[in-house]
């Protein structure tokens, strides 16, 4: 009883993808380019965005946030993933995996906050355009901006708590190559069922509530759009919301399945790779779909290009 009141392991070994050294140089490669284009692309949104006073609005003060979390999170999970690919010490030291578990709940909570707070903002400039500029002024969007960035350290405290305090004594294998949460969680030394469903209000408050405010706020933008007499005027409206909408099916999608869908137990693996498509992917596609679909972006980049085409020539 002793033991399996305190914590023993003082390190975790991750199991990775493969065990085959082959496949693990190819999981190598494309973590690693899918981590330079998130880089590389997110870097560029914020550049665009800074530099370019066309894009000096609260859409897109919202977006260099979203760009700067996903940038964050990937450089919190996929260096260490790499070293798992190609090292022989695939471990963490325990404080090491808290660490990661703590700062990527703190991004993916604010990133929910955020994409709430972002559809709340095409609300107001689709069905109440004439008081956008008084609603959305520059102080309100600093309020909650600083106020998703604090909610999601808040919310990502107590579930860290919780892990701290269970009892690890072995196995220590991590079915994973980061320190996700609910990973960590099967390898507690005690049921855990109770700890889940203490938690399962802060997961209901984080993911639900914010997806059904996105939600409800489409419903009032699609219904105005509606409205709209002309095609053109339609299509415009409609446009402005495409690449935040295909961001949030892409990301609350994988993480309604991870944390509210039910147990796959006879496929053990599903939510290693969810969660590696919405850690992963979710922010190498942010800016390929923000730049795609936006013409105000499309039009920003072209002009960098033209620009420095003339600088080039002078």
Known sequence: MENINQTQVTE?????????????IGY????????IITLLGNIIIIFLIITDHHLHSPMYYFLINLSAIDILFTSCNIPKALTIFISLRKSIYFNGCITQMYISLVLGETECILLAVMAYDRYVAICIPLRYALIMNTRFCFKVAFSSWMSGCVFATFPTLKVISLP??????????????LALLDLAC????FTQLMLFPITLVVLLLPFSFIITSYIFIIRSVLNINSAEGRRKAFSTCASHLTVVCIFYGAAIVIYLGPKYNNLPDLEKYLSLFCGVLTPLLNPIIYSLRNREVKGAIIKVFINRIIFIHA
């Open 28 to 35: 190598f490669i494309i973590f690693l380019l899918s981590y």
């Open 12 to 24: 975790f070994i991750f199991t990775g993808l493969s065990e085959d050294p082959v496949t693990n």
């Open 190 to 193: 005690v049921d855990t069922t």
């Open 168 to 181: 690890f004594c072995g196995p220590n294998e991590i079915n994973h190559v980061t320190c996700e949460y």
